[in-house]
């Protein structure tokens, strides 16, 4: 899955912060969606209303006191106000999944309505998973009291850290007024991967962490209210250390970039002790966008992502993208197309198309998708021929367990 962080290059700080200094994170309040994580309609969270009740049941026998229930109106006002406490606990690191290009991309994260101060790192989710630490420096630090909100420091941020909550993924896109946008509301991550759908075409890529001790899960207080502590600070960016240095892939200048751009970032790289396109084994290729022209020899693939607004999770509609997908490029440019299926039971499905430039594809099949995912590829060629199938490990399994394949395009047997 190939991820694009868009940068300014007006100062050499853009890109300095990413990589001498780590993965800056904004909280989650920061950002412009207003809404963000936040549930539309309380009112259909009666499950965990009852759910909470019960708990709330359990924790007044056990203090021995007289307390009512929550009124509904309650209820969903504590509930509206963990949602706000929980954007407050987490930040968000952020990247946009597939290469294609747009303008309004480009001006938005680059802050240039010319595109010409502005690149793209690129990477993949796996090298960026790689880039994360696992292991904290010190896994027993802890400066709190008994009972108190603990903040890890930035130093400490790891996987494994058990003072901490760490989640990667792509963001959905509720249509707010359909019936079936749903959130999950007990797990407070949960708040950080949902987006109104005007933010549709971001297709978005987050690291999101919560540095804070006592906000892995759902709470209520003895009346069955949601709660969670909010931390006491006005701080808007945290640095999220991680091994950027060696993360990116290629550089993708600005559609409207020149040389004079392109020797200032090749000078900041090569101050940042990078190898940028002298010898064949570079830590960095940097290339012009794939705008300004309809083919170029510095990408050799093409990659989209689609299906990432499928709330009710239909075949048809991932159906649909793979065929949209399919016709959207000229097969003389782009012989080859590889259809991804990615599947996990939390989050559902999405589509990824991989248009190739050459005959013989830059990948092969099964070096799509990740271990913890379900992964099913088709590749078609000669004005959509399909030519061979592939399909993990988890793919197969759930296959057998469906008695069918998950989507249509995979219902021929491996080649």
């Known amino acids: 899955m190939v991820i694009r962080r868009y940068r300014s290059i007006d100062g050499q700080r853009d890109l300095h912060t990413f990589f001498e200094e780590g993965l800056f994170s904004k909280r989650l309040t920061e950002f412009k969606d207003e809404n963000e994580g936040v549930l539309e309609n309380f009112e259909r969270e009666g499950g965990l209303a009852g759910a909470l009740a019960a708990e709330a049941g359990m924790k007044r026998r056990r203090s021995d006191q007289e307390i009512k229930k929550a009124t509904d109106d309650e209820w969903l006002e504590g509930l509206g106000e963990y949602h706000n406490n929980a954007r407050k606990q987490h930040f968000a690191n952020c990247w946009r999944l597939g290469t294609d290009e747009k303008d309004r991309i480009w001006k938005t994260y680059t802050r240039d309505e010319d595109m010409v101060q502005g690149c793209a790192i690129e990477t993949t989710v796996g090298k960026f998973l790689a880039s994360l630490p ?4 010190n896994s027993e630090y802890d400066e709190s009291d008994p009972g108190e909100l603990f903040e890890s420091p930035e130093w400490n941020l790891a996987l494994q850290n058990p003072n901490c909550d760490i989640k990667v993924g ?3 896109y509720q249509k707010r007024w359909k019936d079936e946008s749903y959130q999950p509301g007990g797990w407070p991550a949960a708040v950080a991967f949902f987006k109104g759908e005007d933010f549709e075409i971001e297709n978005e890529f987050r690291l999101v962490f919560n540095p804070y001790s006592a906000n892995r899960i759902l709470d209520c207080d003895l009346k069955g ?9 006005t701080e808007k960016w945290k640095k999220f250390v991680a091994a950027t240095k060696y ?14 751009e392109r020797e200032k970032v090749l000078d900041w790289l090569a101050e940042f002790g990078l190898d940028v396109n002298t010898s064949s084994s570079s830590d960095i290729e940097l290339v012009e966008s794939s705008a300004c022209t309809s083919q170029c020899s510095t990408h050799t693939y093409l990659a989209e992502l689609g299906g990432n607004a499928n709330y009710d999770q239909s075949d048809q509609h991932l159906s649909d993208v793979s065929d949209e997908f399919i016709a959207k490029r000229d097969w003389d440019d782009w012989p ?18 991989y248009w190739h430039q050459n005959d013989e594809s830059a990948f092969e099949l099964s070096e799509y998708g990740h271990p913890f995912q379900r992964v099913w590829v088709a590749r078609f060629q000669n004005q959509g021929k399909k030519r061979e199938t592939w399909r993990n490990d988890n793919a197969k399994e759930f296959d057998n367990e469906q008695g069918q394949r998950a989507l249509s395009f995979a219902d021929v047997d491996e080649c």
């Open 134 to 137: 696992v292991h904290p420096l």
């Open 170 to 172: 792509t963001c959905r």
């Open 225 to 233: 209210i949601p709660i969670t502590p909010a931390p006491d600070t």
């Open 247 to 260: 993360l990116a892939n290629k550089i993708i200048m600005a559609p409207n970039s020149g040389d004079t």
């Open 336 to 353: 080859i197309i590889d259809i991804v299926f990615l599947h996990t039971d939390q989050a559902g499905g999405i589509i990824e198309g």
